[in-house]
Nanobody, 115 residues
Framework: QVQVVEYGGGSVQPGGSLRLSCAAS????????MGWYRQAPGKQRDVVAA???????NYADSVKGRFTISRDNAKNTVYLQMNSLKPEDTALYYC?????????WGPGTQVTVSS
């Protein structure tokens, strides 16, 4: 079963950028639907962006035009480029890999947007 781990979180000022990476182990990465989720303190975990096996993408309305999800199947990695960050983007960001009944989560990486 695939395992995933996130990298690239940190602290940034409003208007800044960060790129998150999610490295997946195991085979058949190209067949997984990959997604980024986030959870702020006291709130539920919500989807931020997802990328399908054909490369098509979906975004939460709150991040459209600012975030970009991409994948490199040769490197078993999915990315989330985050631009024009806002304080409300502050959260623990999780990577998710899904294939049928298989569903794997990473431990999360913290993103803090503050002046």
């Amino acid at each position: 079963q695939v395992q995933v781990v996130e990298y690239g979180g940190g602290s940034v000022q409003p208007g800044g950028s960060l790129r998150l990476s999610c490295a997946a182990s195991g085979s058949s990465f190209g067949f997984y639907v990959m997604g980024w989720y986030r959870q702020a303190p006291g709130k539920q975990r919500d989807v931020v962006a997802a990328i399908n096996i054909d490369g098509s993408t979906n975004y939460a309305d709150s991040v459209k035009g600012r975030f970009t999800i991409s994948r490199d199947n040769a490197k078993n990695t999915v990315y989330l480029q985050m631009n024009s960050l806002k304080p409300e983007d502050t959260a623990l960001y999780y990577c998710n890999a899904r294939l049928g009944a298989l569903n794997a989560w990473g431990p999360g990486t913290q993103v803090t947007v503050s002046s």
